[in-house]
C-alpha cells in the first residue's frame, strides 16, 4: 500500500513513513500501571482477541489478597490508543463497570469506568510502574500464564 504513494512522496516524506512504523506499538497499553492513588499496579497484556489486567502488586498496607486477581477483560481496540467495550472490577466494593482506556500524549493512561453510559462515568490516570516494582511473589507468573491460556494458537 505504501508503495503505491512512493513517487509523490519526498526524501522527507519517506523518512517520515518509515519511522512512523514504530509508533503503532506505542498506542498499545500493555504493561504495568500504578493505579490513580498508586496503591496498586496492574499488568495489561493481550488476552485472547484483546486485552487484560491483574493485579501484579499491591502496597503493604492495601492488602495482598488482590494479588493475582483478574480486574480488566474483554477490551477491544476502537481507535489508535483507544480501548473500550470491556470491564474493570472495583476490589474493594467487588463491583464490575464498564471501561474505556485512552493512552494520552503525555504517556499516562486515562482509565474511564462508567455505567452503560459515559456521561455516568469517573475518570482516573494511572502512570506506568517502575522497572524496579518488586511484583507479588505468584501474581506476574500467574497472570501470564491465564492470559498465555486466553490467547488463541495459530
Known amino acids: 500500500m505504501v ?16 519511522t512512523a512504523a514504530p509508533a503503532v506499538a506505542a498506542d498499545r497499553p ?5 493505579d490513580h492513588d498508586q ?24 492488602g495482598r489478597q488482590a494479588c493475582g486477581l483478574q480486574v480488566i ?4 481496540q476502537v481507535a489508535t490508543g483507544v480501548w473500550d467495550n470491556g470491564w474493570i ?29 459515559k456521561s455516568l462515568s469517573e475518570t482516573f490516570e494511572w502512570r506506568r510502574a517502575p522497572a524496579d ?7 506476574a507468573t500467574g497472570a501470564a500464564s491465564r492470559q498465555a491460556a486466553a490467547t488463541p494458537t495459530k
Open 39 to 62: 496503591r496498586g499496579a496492574v499488568l495489561i497484556a493481550s488476552c485472547g482477541a484483546g486485552l487484560c489486567g491483574t493485579v501484579v502488586w499491591v502496597r503493604e498496607d492495601a
Open 133 to 139: 516494582l518488586e511484583l507479588c511473589a505468584d501474581a
Open 89 to 117: 472490577l472495583d476490589p474493594e466494593v467487588g463491583e464490575k463497570f464498564d471501561v474505556e482506556l485512552t493512552l494520552r500524549a503525555d504517556g499516562t493512561l486515562q482509565v474511564l469506568g462508567y455505567l452503560g453510559v
Open 30 to 34: 500493555e504493561g504495568i500501571w500504578l
Open 73 to 76: 477483560g474483554d477490551l477491544r
Open 3 to 18: 508503495l503505491r504513494f512512493l513517487p509523490a512522496l519526498s526524501v522527507a516524506g519517506l523518512l517520515a513513513v518509515l
